[in-house]
Every structure is written in C-alpha cells, then in structure tokens.
C-alpha cells in the first residue's frame, strides 16, 4: 500500500511525535487516517509524507527495534 503524499499538510490528520524529541523540530511525526498510517519530517510539515499499512509500519518497527537496521 505504501504511497506517496506530495504535501503532508494537505491531510487532515493530527501529527503526533515523540516526546523524546522535544520542541527542536528533529522528528519524524505519525498520523493515521482510514486506517492508514502516515509519515513525515516535522522540519518539512508541507513536505512529502509517506503513506504505510499498520502491517507495514508493525514490520518496519519490530525490524528496528531487532537491531536489523543498526548498520545503516
């Protein structure tokens, strides 16, 4: 399912990041919407977001938190 948004801001979602990140702008921020999951820069909120299955997202989690990732 995996697509591509040309303008985050254009979604009519709540953007959520992480509280780890705090207010310096240096995150990736999530929202969701019919039961899609989105992605964007926080630095860039009218930038292009990515568009991911909760399935696709769940996968790329467990990978990351595996280590599987860890060489990049």
Request: with cysteine; hydrophobic share 40%.
């Amino acid at each position: 399912m995996s697509k591509y948004i040309n303008d985050a801001s254009t979604l009519p979602v709540t953007w959520t990041k992480a509280n780890a990140s705090g207010n310096d702008s240096n995150c990736v921020e999530l929202g969701s919407l019919d039961g899609a999951v989105f992605l964007r820069d926080s630095k860039n909120p009218t930038g292009p977001a990515l568009c991911f299955t909760p399935a696709e997202l769940t996968a790329f989690l467990h990978g990351a938190k595996a280590g599987e990732f860890d060489n990049i």
